[in-house]
């Protein structure tokens, strides 16, 4: 005897289900394990290694697909791929309890890692340990936020610690060497953007050695580059100003 299976049917295993609600219906996609989070934070490009099917559902677990003009309805195109997109960024993804808490205990770590990485006692110039800095996010109440990156919440951690303690982040070292003829007037714009100028030469050309915010690199080495034509040089000597040793709250 045959047996007759709906061709609205699809039936997958060890999924995790990502929801949203839209024009009162409820779509899900299906994903693998592990993967949502990675496509969040940019981690993961590949759109393939997230999704077990490029299919939209009205229910994951029933196996059972949207219908052409829900899609239509709800997201103004019926192109299953784009709208899996749009509900990885904005639909909730269904976890268990126990799942979720694991989750959001890794996330707390990787956050409080990525704060000690980059940051520094700025009276001692040493780092704090990850353990002090979880410890300091324990004090302050920090709640992670599932659907932001941990990149993300690191800096807001580092504005919220800053209350709480002395840190900041570490400085980077740079030296730049300038023509002479847009040297000086170069230096002036650079100025705002530089914490600590450590050693100053002007001989055939304007060479100085500094600290600056890892936040204002960027500027300045579009400023550099576009104010010279390409003549000026900006080198890193050094990603973070640290000393040895960690850190320790007494």
């Not at 229910?59 to 192109?79: M, R």
């Not at 900006?234 to 007494?250: H, S, T, W, Y």
């Amino acid at each position: 005897m045959s047996i007759f299976t709906p061709t609205n049917q699809i039936r997958l295993t060890n999924v995790a289900v990502v929801r949203i609600r839209r024009a009162g219906k409820r779509f899900e996609i299906a994903c693998y394990r592990n993967k949502v989070m990675g496509w969040r934070s940019g981690a993961e490009k590949d759109l393939d290694e997230v999704l077990q099917t490029h299919t939209v559902f009205v229910n994951v677990s029933k196996g059972q697909v949207a219908k052409k003009e829900d899609l239509v309805k709800a997201f103004g195109t019926d192109d299953q791929t784009e709208i899996c997109k749009t509900i990885l960024a904005k639909g909730e993804l269904q976890v268990s309890d126990k799942e979720r808490h694991t989750q959001l205990e890794q996330m707390f770590r990787d956050i409080a890692t990525i704060v000690a990485d980059k940051c520094v006692n700025p009276e001692t110039k040493r780092p704090y340990t990850v353990i002090l800095i979880e410890r300091a996010m324990k004090d302050i109440h920090y709640s992670v936020k599932p659907g932001k990156s941990t990149k993300q919440q690191a800096l807001e951690v580092i504005k919220q610690l800053k209350e709480t303690m002395q840190i900041e982040r570490a400085h980077m070292r740079l030296r730049f060497v300038l023509p002479p003829k847009e040297g000086k007037r170069l230096k002036e714009k650079l100025k705002p953007m530089i914490k600590v100028i450590e050693s100053e030469d002007f001989d055939e050309q304007l060479e100085i050695v500094c600290l600056v915010d890892p936040g204002c690199f960027r500027e300045i080495d579009e400023l550099i580059r576009c104010e010279t034509k390409g003549k000026g040089t900006l080198e890193v000597l050094n990603l973070k100003d640290v000393e040895e040793g960690d850190e320790r709250l007494e």
